[in-house]
C-alpha cells in the first residue's frame, strides 16, 4: 500500500512551458485534490475531484487544468507555466463522509524561471 | 465563508514542557477537523482527527479537542521533544474542502 504517490519530486521550468504533475493513490479514495504551498500563504485548494469523471475548481484554478479518468490518478497540468507558479504541490485523497482522513503525497517542488 | 487561524504563529519552548497550540474557525457547520504536522521540506502527516461528534482525540503524547459551538480547537503536547520540533497546521473540513490555518511553528529547545 504506497498510499499517495507524486512524481516528479522537482521540476524546473522555462516560463510559457507545460507540464502535467502526476499523482495516484492505491487506497480506492474518491476524494482528490491539489495543494499549492507557498511561504506566508499556507495551503491553498487547486483543484478536486469526488470521483471519476468529476473535477472542480477550487480556491486559486487559473493556470492548472485536471482531470479524473480513473479513482487512482488526478494529474494537474500547468498550461503555460509563470514565475508566480513557483510553489510547492502537493495531492491529497480521503473517503468521503465524516470520518475520513486527509492524506498526502510528498509534494513537488516546481520553479518557473 | 470559513477562516481558520492558528495562534501563535511561532512558540519556543524548552525541552520537557507541556504544551498548547491553538486553532479557531468561523462557521462551526464542520465536518471534522484534522490537526497535521509539516516537517521542512516534507510533506503533512495527519496527527488527530475529531469529528464534528466528537469532543476530543489521543494519540500518544498528543491530545486535540474541539469545540464547536466556540469555533475552536486545541492540541495539547505532553512532556515536548526535540524531535515535536516542526510547523503544526489544523484544517477545517466544510463539505469537500479542508479549509486551512496558516500554522504554528514550534521549537523545542534541548
Known amino acids: 500500500n504506497a498510499g499517495v504517490t507524486q512524481t516528479p519530486k522537482f521540476q524546473v521550468l522555462k516560463t510559457g512551458q507545460s507540464m502535467t504533475l502526476q499523482c495516484a493513490q492505491d487506497?480506492?479514495?474518491?476524494?482528490m485534490s491539489w495543494y499549492r504551498q507557498d511561504p506566508g500563504m499556507g495551503l491553498r485548494l487547486i483543484h478536486y475531484?469526488?470521483?471519476?469523471?468529476?473535477?472542480d475548481q477550487g480556491e486559486v484554478p487559473n493556470g492548472y487544468n485536471v482531470s479524473r479518468s480513473t479513482t487512482e490518478d488526478f494529474p494537474l497540468r500547468l498550461l503555460s507555466a509563470a514565475p508566480s507558479q513557483t510553489s510547492v504541490y502537493f495531492c491529497?485523497?480521503?473517503?468521503?463522509?465524516?470520518?475520513?482522513?486527509?492524506?498526502f503525497g510528498p509534494g513537488t517542488r516546481l520553479t518557473v524561471t | 465563508k470559513q477562516e481558520v487561524t492558528q495562534i501563535p504563529a511561532a512558540l519556543s519552548v524548552p525541552e520537557g514542557e507541556n504544551l498548547v497550540l491553538n486553532c479557531s474557525f468561523t462557521?462551526?457547520?464542520?465536518?471534522?477537523l484534522q490537526w497535521f504536522r509539516q516537517d521542512p521540506g516534507k510533506g503533512l502527516t495527519s496527527l488527530l482527527l475529531?469529528?464534528?461528534s466528537q469532543r476530543e482525540q489521543t494519540s500518544g503524547r498528543l491530545n486535540a479537542s474541539l469545540d464547536k459551538s466556540s469555533g475552536r480547537s486545541t492540541l495539547y503536547i505532553a512532556a515536548s521533544q526535540p524531535g515535536d520540533s516542526a510547523t503544526y497546521l489544523c484544517?477545517?473540513?466544510?463539505?469537500?474542502?479542508?479549509?486551512w490555518g496558516a500554522g504554528t511553528k514550534l521549537i523545542i529547545k534541548p
Open positions: 491529497a485523497s480521503a473517503g468521503t463522509g465524516e470520518i475520513y482522513e486527509q492524506y
Open positions: 487506497m480506492n479514495h474518491e476524494y
Open positions: 475531484s469526488v470521483g471519476a469523471g468529476i473535477t
Open positions: 462557521d462551526s457547520a464542520i465536518y471534522n
Open positions: 475529531i469529528q464534528s
Open positions: 484544517a477545517v473540513k466544510s463539505n469537500y474542502q479542508l479549509i
